[in-house]
């Protein structure tokens, strides 16, 4: 508490007790098939830009004067104005829409403990870029990283009494942008801010499962399941037991100092986009008792070929940013099936979810409609490759998308980055994330969107030899005038592993219509469409596309009054998804039948 209004105002040390380094998850983080207790809802809100709550300890709610006021005086949750959870702050009030910097969010709730479920965390599904959490007036934690959840055991943290005590909880927000954080603060979208996913309570035994893989062995011949299993508490050694009841696998496992691995002999029939089967698996040890679904499927290269199943695949997708014009970041169900069913409607197989983890309900539900995807970290342009403190956040935040979504068949690619320019300091940086994803999940690919060798029009990249797919991105008929050149650096370059266009496109507001020679119109669009899709035909080595994108998105940096209006307009609908432009057509013939 500061000592006086003085020391309040003019010291600027208010900060340091909160940024003692990054402090990265606990060890659960999926929490597939965990029941969460949803403190979503309406909070008490305030955008917060001279970081008044953390200067004056608003966050300790010490005193109250001889009237009953809280000091400092001029402050009182209850009279702030009330925000639902989870929401973007951008998007809850016109005078927010270009907020960015600190908040406050704070709510009271009643917490009953239950017995043999004396266990509490607390899981906040995303933030964007800060989140410090406060439970009754205790510092939790911090959270680094606009797009991964964060876990943490709040069990000491709160009034547990079975009588009318409340427990508070504050989290200050802060979206600032900044030139060290992943991403760095010049992008090409919107920075939404806030508490914007899911956010609750996980009620645990004292001793639980903190983590589990259950997945096909690669190269075991479509016939055994590898699971492993990581458990926390005091029972370290045990037994842990395994059932996939539709294939009549019940099997255990010995736990040894808090791990313990198994191979099961099985010949479940396999996931795929056509027939996405799932099996209902239960893992149980001590008291705890997981549940997931999993599909079983092989990703592999061989050559220039990609394999689903050890059968070679076209990825036949769009990428797309994680964004509705109504929630900004905060999409619901509905809107991911939304967009899942216009995948599917182009005749697609496949989605790029740029540029940063987009929600984890995104992974599960294209599990279940049969998508594959495409996950990636925001290590986007010119992040600070130098910064030890950069490459340890984009490390953070690469292992918390691998842990979170880990077991979901949809996921077949771990990306690294997109369009960082090709230095010694970001092929350090770099290849230390595409070594670090592979050590953590060496059962699926990793790629990045890279750039290539514009004089001498060759697809060249030094990171490529620490990748299994290269992905690039490339504007012919956009920031590039020349088509020609599109096919001169597919000439030119003949690669030995498989490359995915990972972006291509062009600008046109929906509506605005020309001939196929005017910029800014759907035939221009168009026109690049069939240019573009004409070339990948006549390339043999094309594993996958996936254009720049499915719909307008907002982006700052858009500014040209008429035709984007701060929107970036490459989509192949509007922004709503309510209008199709003329070259989703082109796209969806080019799938029906690019094999
Ligand atoms: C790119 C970026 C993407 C941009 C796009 C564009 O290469 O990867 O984030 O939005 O170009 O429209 O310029």
Avoid at 334 to 340: K, L, S, T, V
Avoid at 399 to 421: H, L, Q, T
Avoid at 495 to 510: H, L, M, Q, R
């Amino acid at each position: 508490k500061p000592k006086n209004f003085v020391d309040m105002i003019h010291n600027e040390a208010y900060l340091e007790p909160f940024r003692k380094g990054l402090i990265t998850n606990e060890s659960l983080i999926n929490d597939y098939g965990r029941r969460i207790e949803l403190l979503n809802g309406m909070w008490s809100f305030t955008i917060d830009p001279y970081d008044t709550c953390l200067r004056g300890k608003w966050w300790q709610e010490e005193d109250r004067d001889s009237r009953g006021a809280f000091v400092p005086v001029d402050y009182n949750f209850d009279d702030w104005e009330l925000t639902s959870v989870p929401s973007c702050i951008n998007l809850q009030k016109p005078e927010y829409f270009w907020y960015e910097g600190p908040a406050v969010y704070t709510r009271e709730f009643h917490y009953y403990e239950e017995v043999g479920r004396e266990r509490v965390y607390l899981k906040v599904g995303a933030v964007n870029y800060e989140a410090l959490i406060f439970i009754n007036r205790r510092f939790v934690g911090r959270h680094l990283g606009g797009s991964t959840p964060m876990f943490v055991d709040v069990t000491d943290y709160l009034n547990k009494e079975h009588g009318n005590e409340t427990n508070r909880i504050l989290i200050v927000t802060n979206n600032d942008r900044k030139p060290t954080q992943v991403p760095m603060h010049n992008t090409d979208w919107f920075n939404y801010g806030g508490l914007y996913r899911d956010i609750g309570l996980i009620r645990l035994p004292k001793t639980f499962i903190a983590d589990s893989s259950v997945g096909l062995q690669k190269g075991s011949g479509f016939k055994k399941i590898d699971v492993s299993v990581t458990v926390d508490g005091p029972e370290q050694s045990g037994t842990a037991a395994v059932e996939i009841p539709e294939l009549g696998i019940v099997q255990t496992l010995e736990v040894r100092d808090g791990k313990g691995t198994l191979e099961i002999v099985a010949e479940p029939e396999l996931w795929d986009t056509d027939n996405p089967k799932l099996y209902d698996v239960m893992i149980s040890y001590a008291t705890d008792t997981l549940n997931e679904k999993i599909g079983f499927r092989e990703i592999a290269t061989s050559g220039t070929e990609i394999l689903l199943n050890g059968k070679s695949i076209k990825l036949k997708g769009i990428s797309s940013h994680e964004e509705s014009v109504v929630g900004g970041k905060t999409m619901t169900e509905a809107e991911i099936r939304e967009n899942f069913a216009l995948v599917k409607e182009m005749n697609a197989n496949y989605m790029r979810l740029a540029h940063y983890p987009h929600t984890e309900k995104a992974a599960r539900i294209a599990d279940e409609v049969g998508l594959l995807l495409w996950e990636e970290i925001p290590v986007y342009w010119s992040i600070a490759f130098t910064n030890p403190d950069t490459y340890a956040d984009a490390e953070n935040q690469l292992c918390e998308m691998i842990k979170r979504d880990k077991n979901r068949a949809s996921v077949i690619m771990w990306s690294v980055g997109n369009e960082n320019a090709d230095t010694d300091e970001r092929l350090v940086f770099m290849r230390k994330l595409a070594e670090k994803a592979k050590e953590m999940d060496p059962s699926r690919l990793v790629s990045a969107a890279c750039l290539w060798n514009k004089d001498e029009l060759r697809i060249e990249d030094r990171l490529a030899d620490s990748l299994d797919v290269m992905g690039i991105n490339e504007y012919f008929g956009w920031y590039n005038p020349h088509f020609d050149d599109l096919v001169t650096l597919f000439e030119n370059s003949r690669s030995g592993k498989p490359i995915v266009i990972t972006e291509c496109g062009a600008d046109a507001p929906f509506g605005e219509h020309g001939t196929k020679d005017q910029m800014w119109t759907e035939e221009y669009q168009e026109n690049v469409y069939i240019q573009q899709v004409e070339t990948m035909r006549k390339i043999d080595y094309m594993a996958g596309f996936s254009p720049w994108i499915l719909y307008d998105f907002r982006c700052p940096r858009r500014t040209n009054r008429y035709q984007q209006s701060f929107y970036n307009r490459k989509g192949l609908l509007n922004p709503d998804k309510t209008q199709k432009k003329l070259a989703f057509k082109i796209l969806r013939d080019f799938y029906a039948e690019w094999e």
